[in-house]
């Protein structure tokens, strides 16, 4: 059966770089990996899509790469209103849209 | 800009049935799908089902094709989301959210609402 995994938490203190991984059972299910960012009582925020890809709208601090079978989240330059929820997803070649667990960032 | 809103929180006894509503604004409302996702408390986001606002064509999560429903009016700008036979595992933020890619199969969901808390509880 198709899966995400993620860790269940990072951290890091300002200023820092981290990375958030994301483990598909099989390559091809990251192929349109996306990552959204949910802070608590606020809508949920895609940060990258296509596995690379940014909306305008979201700091270059914020990146995303694949090699195999994860996926990754970089933060660099991390700040405090980057402590949140982070989720992937991606869809299984039925066109089901899964998501991994979910990694909390804590900011120290 | 793109908004979508969602109704309000709802309290509802097992076995009753849920109506959430999406109001869209700030793009043309048949042009991208429209998902619904929910969040149980300590959970993954659950992908539910989505609906195209031009044609009505939906698809449903085979964890929720018995008891799921989602439609649009299109005159409102709103899609409502309709769970039956609600049971207490059923407690979770629900929220609505638009594709960013018109007519892609496997588009991100690019905005989305601010989230409908929903507690099932006798």
């Known amino acids: 059966q198709s899966a995400l995994t993620q860790p269940a938490s990072v951290s890091g203190s300002p200023g820092q770089s981290i990375t958030i991984s994301c483990t598909a059972t099989s390559g091809d299910l990251l192929d349109s990996v996306s990552w959204y960012q949910l802070h608590p009582g606020k809508a949920p925020k895609l940060i990258i899509y296509d596995v690379t890809n940014r909306p305008s709208r979201i700091s270059d601090r914020f990146s995303g790469s694949k090699s195999g079978d994860a996926a990754s989240l970089t933060i660099s330059g991390l700040q405090a209103e980057d402590e949140a929820d982070y989720f992937c997803s991606s869809y299984t070649s039925s066109i089901i849209l899964l998501f991994g667990g979910g990694t909390k960032l804590t900011v120290l | 800009q793109v908004q979508l809103v969602q109704s309000g929180a709802e309290m509802k006894k097992p076995g009753t049935s849920l109506k959430v509503s999406c109001k869209t604004s700030g793009y043309p409302f048949h042009t991208f799908s429209i998902y619904w996702v929910r969040q149980a408390p300590g959970q993954r986001l659950e992908w539910m089902g989505w609906i195209n606002p031009r044609t009505g064509d939906t698809k449903y999560s085979q964890a929720f094709q018995d008891r799921l429903i989602i439609t649009r009016d299109t005159s409102a700008t709103t899609v409502y989301m309709e769970l039956s036979s609600l049971r207490s595992e059923d407690t979770a933020m629900y929220y609505c959210?638009?594709?960013?890619?018109?007519?892609?199969?496997?588009?991100?969901?690019?905005?989305w609402g601010q989230g409908t808390p929903v507690t099932v509880s006798s």
């Open positions: 959210a638009t594709v960013l890619y018109a007519a892609a199969p496997k588009s991100p969901l690019d905005y």
